[in-house]
């Protein structure tokens, strides 16, 4: 089966297409001691899905999920993402998180404004 659903696929666009939560599919997908719960017909389906629909894990969160550098890069050789951070506490935690997981600013990731302070200030 050929899906072709538009904008990128995430872990919703799985749950969504199997009816399923998106932690039943993150959890079968990442093989997590809660997926041995979970009927075997249930983790192939969402396997089939996941292939079927081109899911590919978003290398940022699992970077900060797991605490490993990021890796897989687009054809361009960078990976993308956006974080929108609307307070100072989570800007820290964010700030934190991101260097624990071996990522720099500005080489790894770019701050645009914080608090209508321009980046070039921090």
Known sequence: MDIKPE????????????????GT???VLNKTPASQRIPQPTKD?????????NYQPNALARALRT??????ANESG?????????????FVLAMNALQQVGLRVPDDVSIVEFDNIPAAVM
Request: glycine share 10%.
């Open 45 to 53: 389906r969402v396997f089939a899905a996941a292939r079927d629909l």
């Open 7 to 22: 904008g990128r696929v995430t872990l919703r666009t799985v749950a969504n297409h199997l009816g399923l939560t998106p």
């Open 67 to 72: 605490g490993k550098p990021v890796s897989g």
């Open 25 to 27: 599919i993150s959890a």
């Open 78 to 90: 960078f990976t993308q993402g956006a974080l929108v951070i609307m307070d100072a506490d989570h």
